[in-house]
């Protein structure tokens, strides 16, 4: 401040009347070219060159986060990618697909404990997975093929959740076409699930449920990464693999029992 102040007063002691008499200058000048009615009409038409370069940008943003680049050639996973090296450790319980972003009181409701009943009914379903014992998980709204086990299979045993390892994960047999064409369309959707983290040491992310056909290439994917989940969307802002960004949610990986996620 010092200096900036020392610095104006140099200037104004030996320039100051100078720049003063030019401003003055220019401003008669102006005044002598420019009327009233050419003034109003350029700060008009300035103003909507402001506002019409507003609407063309905020479409720009808006496409940048449409789905518009959805591949609907990607099955659905749990606890891997189909590169096999991504793997996840821990345990689900259900999982959920709808075709509409819920938020507040309308998310609680489905979330409440006879929540799978308004899931069933929920006319925005495109998915409601639940385990169906060695087989893996079948969708009860019948809309997609059921996630079967991929990997080693002679280590599957039926328990109540399933366990997901390194060695065994869940896959769709075929590309869920219709869901990603669903999800495409309405450019929304809402992803509930009930999980087991086996530890909070997992990296990679490692995949807790991905809709993707690689490491660089999906349609979105949760994950954890130590004791942090990560969601990754892709859009054209975000690029094929969804990490540029990635959304994450610090400390909500515990190790001591099931989280519902929404």
Known sequence: NCLGGLSG???????????????????????????LRMLLAFCIGYWLLAVVLALLAQQFVKEDFKFSNWDNTY??????????NRP?????????????????????????????????????????YTVSGDAGMADVSGNLQPLQWRGDLTKITYQ??????????LQTRL??????DRLKDANQFTLITA??????????????????????????????????????????????????PAFGVRGSVEETGPLLLA
């Not at 007063?9 to 200058?25: D, H, M």
């Not at 996973?77 to 096999?84: A, D």
């Not at 998310?107 to 929920?122: A, F, K, M, Q, S």
């Not at 399933?162 to 060695?167: C, F, G, P, R, V």
Request: proline letters at 5%.
């Open 9 to 35: 007063w140099i200037l104004y002691t030996k320039a100051g009347r100078s720049i003063i008499r030019i401003l003055e200058n220019t401003g008669a000048w102006l005044a002598s070219v420019v009327s």
């Open 75 to 84: 099955p659905l996973l749990v606890g891997n990618e189909q590169t096999q």
């Open 88 to 128: 996840w450790q821990g345990s689900i319980h259900m999982l959920a697909i709808l075709d509409k972003g819920f938020s507040g009181d309308a998310l609680t409701e489905l979330l409440l404990p006879d929540g799978l009943v308004h899931l069933i009914n929920e006319p925005s379903l495109c998915a409601l």
């Open 160 to 169: 109540p959740d399933l366990a997901i390892s390194k060695n065994q994960w």
């Open 175 to 180: 590309p869920v076409t219709n869901l990603t």
């Open 195 to 244: 999980i087991s983290s086996g530890n909070s040491t997992q990296s990679g992310p490692a995949r807790i449920i991905s809709l993707s056909s690689s490491t660089a290439r999906r349609n979105f994917t949760l994950g954890q990464a130590g004791e942090d989940l990560v969601f990754r969307l892709r859009t054209p802002c975000c690029g094929q693999n969804g990490s540029q």
